[in-house]
């Protein structure tokens, strides 16, 4: 009676213990799987959002294309427009000697140009770089 009750605890024990490895082996291919999943999802969303070489390098051209310094005359006031590398500012010299300063943006994917806080559409035309406002308005500065 004692051999069939050790034997039976030995059996028991080993069913217990087989168990216990499947579902190890469960736990650790389903979190393998997940962590391929987690790698590839990242994989994913980082290639969807970096930019080709060849969008990259579109885009590097136009922003070097515009870089210089543009100016435009009006009666009452001399706007000098200087972008370098997708950025700049843009000097307001009035008259009366008032001068006015703002930063400048370039989304050359877009060919939008924000100055300040007016997003205008742009156009280069040779030497002259022309800013359409929303409402139709443009600006044609000249590159010097």
Do not use: H, W
């Amino acid at each position: 009676m004692n051999k069939i009750v050790k034997l039976t605890g030995v059996v028991l024990l080993s069913i217990f213990l087989g168990a216990c490895q499947a579902n190890q082996a469960t736990d650790s291919s389903s979190q393998a799987s997940s962590s391929q999943q987690t790698s590839s999802s990242t994989t994913s969303a980082s290639s969807e959002t970096t930019p080709s070489s060849s969008e990259a390098s579109a885009v590097e051209t136009q922003s070097t294309e515009l870089d210089g310094t543009y100016v435009l005359e009006e009666a009452d006031e001399v706007k000098t427009l200087t972008i370098k590398d997708g950025a700049g500012s843009l000097e307001s010299k009035e008259n009366d000697g008032e001068v006015d300063v703002d930063q400048v943006k370039v989304d050359a994917s877009k060919q939008t140009i924000l100055v300040g806080d007016d997003l205008k559409d742009y156009r280069l035309d040779g030497n002259q770089l022309i800013l359409t406002e929303a409402d139709g308005d443009q600006d044609i500065y000249t590159k010097q």
